[in-house]
């Protein structure tokens, strides 16, 4: 998991945790403070940490090569020879990124990209290769080439241009379900408000009543981190292209999906998607990040993103934050008024509001501690060994009070070690508050072969970030929210802001958080971490939260579940979970179609037929083979699909359900991407009747395994009414869009760009 130091890193801090003296692990375990945990820790990391560092992130070089250019750039070629110009941009892009700003090879990734943007018809992005691959000394003998495509560029966008001009181009009749938002405000709603208690923390609840679908808060993060390497694109025919990863399509500040990245000038490995980005990303922590890019892929995202925290905030912003902290433990008899707990109050999306986030130090296991503390020591050796102290840690600022003046210990080189070591303990502190208020950025990624009638696609996780306002949120089981992402939305500042901040923020990631069903007031509002009662067994869930997060959980689905169990004994049948995904195992005898049970008997591990007259036993052993079986029949069709083989794909699914000693309920979530499954592959051979019953069937199941009201239920909803569209039935498709609008609303507000195709649906069918 690329959020955790890599394995060898993991394994070398191990083996030195082991080897450390009885003596000094029991001082280092007893430490209370993170500062203290940091100068401790600082006596113990070593020059033989650094070069076995040095040693390992060799296999992540960030270094510009020409040669790796040049393959890019050939693989580029062969893409677009066969017309997937997706992934010729991917190809040419990447050659971009790791050639040297000398190197000949710049100029001609520039100019083929700008031939395969052209094609995508992204224009103005092509104008924009254009100069760069002039400027980079494109061979003046074949220059005509790119003034002919630059002409043609021109005569696209004006055209583009007219078409917009032309009043008839417009819809006059609108409805009022346009797409025009006012100005989008951070913060949370009116009708919630911010509570305290020792047990809970801060957290939020209902002031007043809420009604589902209302916005509760909207909040952008503190900052992130892209997690490389998991996004993979499909090419044509659904082949997983080489230059896929998430790393290589998106902006490593905003997010954006973008063809045309900005590369990063001293590092093969940085992008964006605009100058602009680039240019703030700079200001704001890369310049410190570029020549340690290779040591931060060994140390992991969430070691990278305390760093970006910590370079963001400043030694201003730090010394703020700090200054409450001072008197905690001074005794309340020595003050008019005891001062409140900076940790119990909520400071907007400011960096104090990041900095009082719990971070669990004494509830970390040693060992835990011990790696996060020496992965961030040696992060901080490698930062003071790379050149001056970062410019928002100007030595003309105060210095702390446990902090050397710059006139001891050897003037300006002790003071920018004095400052360098408040540095690396805040990291370290956010370093260990990420551990349990890292929030995972999603979006959907398309399965399925571009070109399919019927798109599958999957929530991956692309970044991880911390995010001021969202950590106020607890966790349930059942929560009452739904949290929808957006990455390179153009948002309104407010008024008061410098026009440099507006620039800062005319991009990036947001969360907007609903209410996902009705909310009372004095309720608390609650969204889930993870482990959800639907898809997870009680004991479970409790178990993994525990381990991650540090409480027991007793919210309503767990207290409910875990009283129905001490009534009817049912905890046996609950651990099934891991067969059927949820308490029903939902699996099906294959003598009578009854339901399988697990079986109660100490003895007896399996399944047994709920018909007493039928009584037909399943040992768990032959279940599990089963559906192991069933997963990779399905992920051999899947792959026939892609190949634009439905009808062996068909074959083989058909084949797979076909009466045997177990078969699945149609709520089983296996049976419902197999069901899903049946209809890509009918609909591919243009058979919409059949593909639409399959497809109805898969929504029977999400819709027992996520909920009636989830946003996973709309969305496949929202196939379905696309294959009724496509095939011209409009009695089916009329009836399911109103379900559509309904839970897309709920979950992603009536601005989301499936209502509005949803709209156009319904407007041509209607008319």
Aim: glycine share 6%.
């Amino acid at each position: 998991m690329m959020d955790l130091p890599c394995i060898q890193w993991q394994d070398y801090v191990a083996q030195k945790w082991t080897l450390l003296e009885p003596e000094l692990k029991e001082k280092f375990t007893s430490l209370l403070e993170i500062d203290d945990v940091f100068k401790c820790i600082l006596t113990l990391t070593t020059q033989e940490d650094l070069d076995f560092v040095q040693s390992i992130s060799a296999a992540y070089s960030v270094q510009k090569e020409a040669q790796k250019a040049a393959t890019c750039r050939e693989r580029g070629n062969s893409s677009f020879k066969i017309r997937d110009f997706t992934a010729a941009a991917l190809h040419y892009s990447q050659g971009i990124c790791v050639n040297p700003l000398s190197s000949e090879q710049l100029s001609l990734c520039y100019a083929n990209r700008s031939a395969v943007l052209y094609h995508l018809q992204h224009y103005q992005d092509s104008l924009e290769d254009i100069d760069r691959a002039l400027k980079h000394g494109y061979p003046s003998q074949l220059s005509h080439k790119l003034e002919d495509r630059r002409t043609q560029c021109l005569r696209h966008l004006s055209v583009d241009q007219k078409g917009k001009d032309n009043p008839a181009s417009k819809n006059p009749t609108d409805g009022g379900k346009g797409t025009s938002v006012g100005p989008l405000s951070f913060g949370i709603c009116p009708q919630a408000a911010i509570g305290f208690s020792p047990e809970k923390g801060r957290h939020l609840v209902a002031a007043e009543r809420i009604a589902a679908g209302e916005v509760l808060l909207h909040d952008r993060p503190y900052s992130c981190v892209l997690i490389p390497g998991m996004e993979e694109v499909q090419g044509k025919g659904g082949r997983q292209d080489a230059e896929g990863g998430v790393e290589h399509r998106r902006c490593h500040r905003c997010l954006t999906e973008t063809l045309s990245p900005v590369p990063c000038e001293g590092c093969s490995y940085t992008r964006y998607c605009s100058t602009s980005c680039q240019r703030d990303a700079w200001e704001e922590h890369h310049q410190w990040e570029c020549s340690l890019g290779a040591d931060l892929r060994v140390m992991g995202v969430m070691s990278q993103l305390a760093l970006r925290v910590t370079l963001k905030a400043g030694l201003k912003n730090i010394q703020m934050a700090k200054e409450p902290i001072r008197n905690e433990h001074t005794e309340p008899e020595s003050r008019d008024s005891k001062p409140p707990d900076p940790c119990a109050s909520h400071y907007g999306d400011t960096y104090r509001s990041v900095f009082h986030l719990q971070h669990h130090l004494n509830r970390h296991s040693p060992f835990v501690r011990f790696l996060s503390a020496i992965t961030i020591a040696t992060l901080y050796l490698k930062l003071s060994k790379a050149g001056p102290p970062p410019a928002s840690w100007d030595l003309s600022r105060p210095l702390q009070a446990n902090s050397h003046p710059p006139g001891e210990e050897g003037g300006t080189g002790a003071a920018w070690n004095s400052e360098l070591w408040l540095m690396g303990s805040v990291v370290l502190r956010h370093m260990l508050q990420l551990r349990c208020n890292a929030q995972a950025i999603t979006t959907l990624q398309d399965t399925g072969a571009e070109n399919s009638p019927v798109q599958s696609s999957r929530e991956i996780r692309i970044a991880t970030a911390m995010f001021p306002t969202l950590s106020l949120l607890n966790h349930s089981c059942c929560p009452n929210t739904s949290l929808a992402f957006s990455t390179g939305t153009h948002l309104s500042a407010d008024f008061s802001e410098s026009v440099a901040e507006k620039r800062s923020k005319a991009s990036g990631v947001t969360v907007t958080v609903r209410a996902a069903k009705d909310i009372s007031p004095g309720q608390e509002i609650l969204h889930c971490y993870g482990p959800h009662s639907r898809r997870m067994a009680t004991q479970e869930r409790q178990c993994l939260l525990q381990e991650q997060y540090y409480f027991l959980c007793q919210c309503e689905a767990c207290t409910l579940q875990l009283q129905s169990e001490e009534e009817d004994g049912s905890e046996g049948r609950l651990q099934c979970s891991s067969v059927g995904g949820n308490p029903q195992s939902g699996l099906l005898c294959g003598k009578c179609k009854g339901s399988l049970n697990r079986s109660s008997e100490e003895r007896g591990k399996g399944f047994i037929c709920s018909q007493a007259s039928c009584g037909h036993c399943v040992a768990f052993s032959e279940v599990n083979q089963r559906l192991q079986e069933m997963k990779q029949d399905l992920k051999k069709a899947v792959d026939l699909m892609e190949r634009e083989r439905p009808d062996e794909a068909l074959r083989l699914l058909r084949r797979t359900q076909s009466p045997s000693a177990l078969s699945l309920a149609e709520t089983h979530p296996l049976q419902g991407e197999l069901e899903d499954a049946m209809a890509r592959a009918y609909a591919t051979m243009g058979h919409w009747s059949n593909a639409a019953s399959h497809l109805e069937r898969s929504a029977v199941a999400i819709g027992n395994q996520y909920g009636k009201e989830s946003i996973e239920l709309g969305r496949q909803l929202f196939k379905l009414a696309k294959l009724h569209f496509n095939g011209g039935v409009r009695g089916p498709a009329l009836s399911v869009i109103p379900r559509v609008r309904e839970l897309l609303c709920l979950h992603c507000g009536p601005q989301c760009e499936e209502l509005q195709e949803l709209q156009a649906m319904e407007d041509c069918l209607i008319a």
